[in-house]
């Protein structure tokens, strides 16, 4: 595309039966007051021309930021970043209607290119019909469990696991995808952002950097990136993006940079990362699979003190940890840690099951300070051909209602390798009746997952506690399969149990409240009338079938 220097290049993109997504992109050559206009909640991205080549930008540009001054007077640091050449880029999302000011700062003042820039942003009203536009980004308000828009609206996280989607599907394959995911009540993507065990490369042949003491970024390979980071939030869907995985034992760790990096370049990485998509709807896996507590816990509270310590960043904040883990206490003071994440790992067995429901998350959550807490990676669907659907539902269910409600994260083992006919999984390991990515879109579990953010949402989830103490008896104890998960609100006014195969459930109830109650069929997306009895301070019923449902009791 052939730009003028001297004139404003505003670019529309509008994409077939998504809402037009507004995008203004300039270059500098010198100041310049005029105005640009950008929709709230939208990106923004300035180009600049440095006025001169640098061996290596990473190292070499100690700070290329922009200072915007919202229409208020509040004050956004915005870190620029390198694209190849001598080409520099800024992109910020506003989040306030009205005229922004902003100048740049380079550390190398003498670059008339990148420093002294003043120029102006003119934030207008937006046309879009998805949530990330009209409710604006997602926020963790202070003291509470789950997170919400910026105007206050809670957000269910209900993601689902690409991680190779974005570094090795076609356009054609990742707008499929996606729109199949939006249309079933996804609303979070979690991928990789770099080459990591699972993938050595992107489709392209590139790797995100080279090198280790001295690394050296590749733009084209975030070129190739861009696009498809684009298209998520094109679709109102919100990127997870993993910035440095972590795994330190197995095969394929030599290409986990989180574990093989140095502190300095792996904090250089993720900050060039954070640098060049924080103008998205975006929340930052800073590690994935990694372990963060003990032997590599200083290393990785480095980091993200590194990375996000200054509280400018864009964006929220969590850590993805390998199987059977949690950070427990050791990142209580950890400012920049917005959301504790957990892996429960691929098993259905009783180990498994049992540290999902009554393991540290369950036991620890109220005696830690207030932050969501997500199972980022339950039972991946077709991750054992011994494994179905109801072990998949059975896993997010019970994570769901195990600690306060804040969302899920579903996984599919095509899906996540983007696996296609005749491949075979990368350090991971394989059997015949491995699904490809496409064949995996409609698993039965990957429909039942959306199901469950849908249901969730029909009511004031962000309210609902565990509650255990509810429950007269346990059939978990006798049989792990059998556990009943308890949810209420602290009013009492809406009590739900997770029923995993029929039984009869008794409740407390020494508030004598009269309840009406409704069956939810996980499977079918149904409701059906529950018959309660009230008695002797106790509520009983039945479930009505073979199989797993939520029992839904509102007070009268």
């Given at each position: 595309m052939l730009i003028n220097k001297s004139k404003l290049i505003t670019a529309i993109v509008r994409i077939a039966s998504i809402p037009?997504?507004?995008?203004?992109?300039?270059l500098h050559t010198q100041n310049s007051n005029a105005a640009v206009q950008v929709g709230i909640w939208q990106r923004f991205e300035a180009s600049f021309i440095s006025s001169k080549a640098y061996e290596n930008s990473l190292y070499d540009v100690k700070k290329f930021e922009t200072i915007f001054t919202s229409p208020t007077g509040r004050v956004k640091k915005?870190?620029?970043?390198?694209?190849?050449?001598?080409?520099?880029?800024?992109?910020?999302?506003?989040?306030?209607?009205?005229?922004?000011?902003?100048?740049?700062?380079?550390?190398d003042e003498k670059n008339t290119g990148l420093h002294g820039i003043n120029g102006t942003v003119e934030c207008v009203s937006n046309n879009?019909?998805?949530?990330?536009?009209?409710?604006?980004?997602?926020?963790?308000?202070?003291?509470?469990?789950h997170l919400t828009h910026a105007d206050g609206t809670p957000f269910f996280w209900a993601a689902c696991t690409a991680w190779n989607g974005a570094l090795k599907s076609t356009e054609k394959e990742w707008d499929t995808y996606l729109e199949h995911r939006a249309s079933h009540g996804y609303n979070v993507i979690q991928f990789t952002t770099t080459q990591w065990r699972g993938c050595a490369a992107n489709s392209l042949g590139q790797v995100a950097f080279e090198g280790s003491e001295r690394i050296r970024i590749n733009p084209e390979f975030f070129q190739h990136l861009d696009g498809k980071i684009n298209r998520i939030n094109d679709y109102?869907?919100?990127?997870?993006?993993?910035?440095?995985?972590?795994?330190?034992?197995?095969?394929?760790?030599?290409?986990?940079?989180g574990y093989y990096l140095p502190d300095k370049e792996a904090i250089l990485l993720a900050k060039y990362l954070v640098a060049r998509y924080g103008g998205h709807h975006i929340v930052w896996i800073l590690g994935g699979d990694g372990r963060y507590v003990e032997e590599f816990e200083q290393r990785w509270k480095n980091i993200g003190r590194g990375v996000f310590g200054d509280k400018e960043h864009p964006g929220l904040v969590t850590l993805h940890p390998h199987g059977l883990s949690w950070i427990g206490d050791a990142y209580i003071g950890e400012d920049w840690l917005d959301i504790i994440a957990y892996q429960s790992s691929h098993s259905a067995a009783k180990g498994t099951v049992e540290w999902i429901n009554t393991g540290p998350p369950s036991q620890q959550w109220d005696i830690l300070p207030a932050r969501p807490i997500i199972n980022m990676e339950p039972l991946y669907?077709?991750?054992?051909?011994?494994?179905t659907d109801n072990d998949v539902r059975h896993a997010c269910y019970w994570s769901v209602f195990a600690t306060p409600v804040a969302g899920i994260t579903y996984g599919a083992n095509g899906i996540w390798s983007w696996l296609r006919e005749g491949e075979t999984l990368l350090n991971h390991r394989h059997f015949p009746e491995i699904r490809t990515w496409d064949k995996s879109l409609d698993f039965p579990g990957t429909i039942q997952v959306g199901y469950l953010a849908g249901f969730m949402r029909k009511y004031e989830w962000w309210r609902f506690r565990p509650a255990p103490e509810l429950l007269v008896n346990q059939p978990g104890k006798e049989n792990y399969q059998n556990f009943i998960s308890v949810l209420k609100t602290d009013t009492n006014d809406i009590i739900m149990a997770y029923v995993p195969v029929r039984s009869k459930v008794s409740l407390f109830n020494t508030l004598e409240n009269r309840y009406t109650g409704q069956w939810f069929n996980p499977v079918t997306n149904t409701f059906s009338a529950a018959s309660i009895d009230h008695k002797n301070g106790l509520i009983e019923t039945l479930s009505p079938a073979d199989g797993d449902y939520v029992l839904v009791l509102e007070k009268q």
């Open positions: 037009i997504v507004l995008m203004s992109v300039f915005i870190n620029g970043f390198w694209d190849g050449g001598q080409v520099w880029k800024i992109r910020f999302c506003p989040d306030e209607r009205g005229t922004w000011t902003y100048e740049t700062e380079c550390s879009s019909k998805l949530d990330i536009y009209t409710k604006g980004g997602i926020i963790r308000p202070e003291g509470t469990y109102g869907l919100v990127a997870a993006p993993v910035l440095l995985w972590a795994l330190p034992f197995g095969e394929g760790r030599e290409l986990s940079p669907e077709n991750i054992d051909p011994k494994l």
